[in-house]
Structure formats: structure tokens, C-alpha cells
């Protein structure tokens, strides 16, 4: 579901080379007159009138998809962003509706951590990502949200090491069974460094 007030002025920020609209998404584009790179998806949650104005003004590619599928819109987007030789994939609307969907994305991250493209889920509040590198650091000025959150995606992550942040953690090991351990850290330093050595690590970084 897109936030227009946070997605519109995120979009006009960021300066991205590509759009790509997605079904509903599409919605967005038309009455914030964003102009799409390509336009995709079954558009089932798609006003029938938006759909033929693309289609009659021959904007931008149109690929249109049986509802009737094995992958979401989004996956389809996706895996477009991905042909195109994309180096980072930003997702929007991907969150405040069904939570199917959204973990849905979640194992799309995981796709584009396989390929080292980094992909982000980004809404008003959250930015999710999987970084790509095993150990990176995060500006204080520079972070999303006053909090960030950690979780593996499979069964641990091995010696993971925070430093900068008000609840350290020096050489752990992270089950899946962690609970709140890695939930609302906050960054104490100028810089916060995160290493870990295997698994797949999940990063959140929200504001209330």
C-alpha cells in the first residue's frame, strides 16, 4: 500500500533511473503524474480507465499478466528490475496491507542479497534490507530511523559483532529463536559497525 505523502517527495529525492509501476501502483503514477519506465502486472486492483489511458497514449511498455499466475506483481516487477541490470532495487508499497505480500518481498530481498544487489523495502516509518556485505557500518546522521533491528532469515546468524550501539553484541551467535534480543538497538557513536560471519541477516531501521 503507497504512502503518497511519503512516496511522492521519496521519489522526487532519490532521482531513481527506472520506475517501474505495478498494478495499483500504477494508480500512484497517474494521479502524481510520475512518468514509468514500464508497466506491469495483472492489474485485477487496477481502475480499468487508468489502464486505457496508458495504454491509448502509449507511455511506456505495457506487459499485462493472466491473474491467474504462479508470482505477485511484485515478483514480476522484481524480477524485471533485475533483468535490467539494475544495481539497487527499492521497493514502495510494500507494506500496510496483507502480510502474505509482504513476506512475499522479504524473500525477494533474499533474491537480490543471492545476486549482491541491494534491495530495500522503504515506507514512512521502516526501511528493510539484507546488506549484501558482512560487515558494514551505519552514520548516525545518515540512519533511516532512531531504531534498528536484526533477525535471521534462517537458522543463525554466526558471530554477529555491534559496535557503536546501545546494546552491543562481540562475536554472537543469533538464532532464529533470538526473540526481542536484536530488537529497537540504538546507535550511540558517530558510527555504528555491524560483522557477522555466516547467515542471512535482516535489517530494520525504523521511527516511531
Not at 531513481?16 to 495483472?42: K, S, V
Not at 551505519?138 to 559496535?163: A, C, D
Amino acid at each position: 500500500m503507497i504512502e503518497p505523502d511519503f512516496a511522492f517527495p521519496y521519489l522526487q529525492k532519490q532521482q531513481f533511473d527506472i520506475i517501474l509501476a505495478a498494478d495499483r501502483g500504477l494508480e500512484f503514477c497517474y494521479h502524481y503524474q510520475i512518468m514509468p519506465t514500464y508497466i506491469l502486472g495483472d492489474f485485477d486492483s487496477l481502475s480499468p480507465e487508468i489502464l486505457n489511458y496508458y495504454k491509448e497514449n502509449h507511455v511506456a511498455p505495457i506487459r499485462e499478466f493472466n491473474p491467474m499466475k504462479d508470482n505477485t506483481d511484485t515478483d514480476i516487477a522484481f524480477q524485471q528490475a533485475i533483468v535490467l541490470g539494475s544495481s539497487e532495487i527499492t521497493i514502495l508499497g510494500a507494506t500496510g496491507g496483507r502480510l502474505d505480500h509482504f513476506l512475499s518481498i522479504v524473500q525477494n530481498l533474499k533474491t537480490a542479497w543471492e545476486k549482491k544487489i541491494p534491495a530495500y523495502i522503504v515506507d514512512s516509518r521502516n526501511l528493510i534490507t539484507i546488506p549484501v556485505e558482512t560487515s558494514f557500518e551505519i552514520r548516525k546522521e545518515e540512519q533511516f530511523g532512531k531504531y534498528v533491528s536484526f533477525f535471521p532469515l534462517e537458522k543463525e546468524v554466526t558471530s554477529i559483532t555491534l559496535e557503536g550501539f546501545a546494546y552491543p553484541l562481540d562475536h554472537h551467535c543469533l538464532p532464529n529463536t533470538s526473540g526481542g534480543l536484536c530488537v529497537s538497538n540504538e546507535i550511540v557513536e558517530e558510527t555504528a559497525h555491524v560483522s557477522y560471519e555466516g547467515g542471512i541477516l535482516l535489517m530494520v531501521q525504523s521511527r516511531d
